[in-house]
C-alpha cells in the first residue's frame, strides 16, 4: 500500500469520526445549531467526497452511488471499506481514545490519579491525594488546581477503549479493559444531595441502596456505582438528580469490573459534558465589544 493510499484512508476515517461528533452536537442544539458547526459539516462533507474520488482513481475505494456522503449507512460502509484494507483491528471494537473538552461532574481522584502516576511516571499531583476526602470540601484554589491539572493529564493520555453498546464486547474476558460512552442516556438512583463536608451518607457495597446510574444494552443491565466524593460541585447534583430521573448527554471513561447473571458493573473514571464553546470557541475571531451609551454615564 502507497503512503499516498494510508494517508488518505487515515484522513477519510478521521473525517468521519468528527463528521458524527458535529452530527452529534447538531442534534443536541437542533434549530439553535451554530452557524460554525454546519459550515464545518458542509465542508467536511465536501473534503469526504474529494477523498473517496482519490480513492477511487486509484482503485482502492468502490464508489457508493445510491446513498450521500451525510448519511449513516453511507459513513458506515465507507469506514467498513477501508477497515477492511487495514492491518489492525477493526476501530467498532477497540480505538484510541481522544481528549475532547469535557465540563467534568464526576472525577474518580485516586483511580485516575494513581493511572496517571503510573502512565507519566510522575506524582506531581496539585493536591495531596491523601487528604482528599472529597473534592468539594477543597480549598478554591485548589478545586481549580485539580482540575487544571486533571484536564492537562488527559490531553496527554490516550488509552485504547471500547464501546459498551457493542455486546460483543460486555464479556468476562473485558474485565479491567477502559470503555467509553459518549453522549449516552443514563437513569439515575439513590442519589440524594450531601454537601462534601458532614458526614458522608452511608454506602452499602449493595448497588440496590447505593447511588448509581444505570442503563440496558439489550438484556443486560450496565451499573456505575457513584460515590459522593467524587462528584466536583454542588451544582453537579442537579445532573446527577434530574426531574424525570433520566440524564442525556453525559460522556465519560469507565473500567468494566464484574460481569455476572445479566448485570455488568463499572468503575467511572470521570463523568462529564461535553463543552461545545471550548471546543468551538476558536473558531471566531471576532472580537466582542460594546459601545457605552451617554445614558449609561
Known amino acids: 500500500m502507497s503512503y499516498q493510499q494510508d494517508d488518505i484512508k487515515r484522513l477519510l476515517i478521521n473525517h468521519n469520526r468528527r463528521l458524527q461528533g458535529l452530527k452529534e452536537k447538531k442534534a443536541l442544539y437542533g434549530l439553535e445549531t451554530p452557524v460554525a458547526i454546519l459550515t464545518e459539516i458542509q465542508d467536511i462533507e465536501i473534503e469526504i467526497q474529494e477523498?473517496?474520488?482519490?480513492l477511487v482513481k486509484i482503485g482502492q475505494f468502490k464508489e457508493i452511488e445510491h446513498l450521500p456522503?451525510?448519511?449513516?449507512?453511507?459513513?458506515?460502509?465507507?469506514?467498513?471499506?477501508?477497515?477492511d484494507l487495514e492491518e489492525e483491528p477493526s476501530p467498532k471494537k477497540l480505538r484510541v481514545w481522544q481528549y475532547r473538552p469535557l465540563a467534568i461532574h464526576y472525577l474518580n481522584v485516586h483511580r485516575l490519579f494513581a493511572i496517571f502516576a503510573e502512565k507519566f511516571s510522575s506524582n506531581?499531583?496539585?493536591?495531596?491525594?491523601?487528604?482528599?476526602?472529597?473534592?468539594?470540601?477543597?480549598?478554591?484554589?485548589?478545586?481549580?488546581?485539580?482540575?487544571?491539572f486533571t484536564n492537562q493529564m488527559l490531553k496527554r493520555w490516550n488509552p485504547k477503549v471500547l464501546n459498551p453498546n457493542n455486546s460483543e464486547n460486555l464479556s468476562i474476558e473485558r474485565?479491567?479493559?477502559?470503555?467509553?460512552?459518549?453522549f449516552a442516556e443514563f437513569r439515575t438512583k439513590n442519589i440524594r444531595y450531601w454537601d462534601g463536608k458532614t458526614s458522608k451518607p452511608k454506602m452499602y457495597g449493595d448497588i440496590d441502596k447505593d447511588p448509581h446510574l444505570y442503563c440496558y444494552e439489550g438484556k443486560l443491565k450496565i451499573y456505575l456505582p457513584l460515590n459522593y466524593s467524587w462528584?466536583?460541585?454542588?451544582?453537579?447534583?442537579?445532573?446527577?438528580r434530574p426531574r424525570n430521573g433520566t440524564i442525556r448527554g453525559f460522556s465519560g471513561l469507565t473500567i468494566l469490573k464484574n460481569i455476572d447473571d445479566g448485570i455488568a458493573v463499572f468503575s467511572p473514571l470521570f463523568i462529564g459534558t461535553h463543552n461545545f464553546m471550548?471546543?468551538?470557541?476558536?473558531?471566531?475571531?471576532?472580537?466582542?465589544?460594546?459601545?457605552?451609551?451617554?445614558?449609561?454615564?
Request: with cysteine; glycine share 2%.
Open 51 to 54: 477523498l473517496q474520488a482519490e
Open 231 to 240: 462528584i466536583t460541585t454542588d451544582t453537579a447534583f442537579h445532573n446527577f
Open 278 to 297: 471550548a471546543e468551538f470557541g476558536d473558531l471566531d475571531d471576532t472580537i466582542r465589544s460594546f459601545d457605552m451609551l451617554p445614558s449609561w454615564w
Open 124 to 148: 506531581n499531583f496539585p493536591v495531596k491525594l491523601e487528604k482528599v476526602n472529597s473534592i468539594r470540601e477543597l480549598a478554591y484554589d485548589e478545586y481549580h488546581a485539580l482540575m487544571n
Open 69 to 83: 456522503i451525510a448519511s449513516d449507512n453511507a459513513q458506515i460502509n465507507m469506514e467498513r471499506q477501508i477497515v
Open 175 to 182: 474485565l479491567g479493559c477502559v470503555f467509553e460512552f459518549s
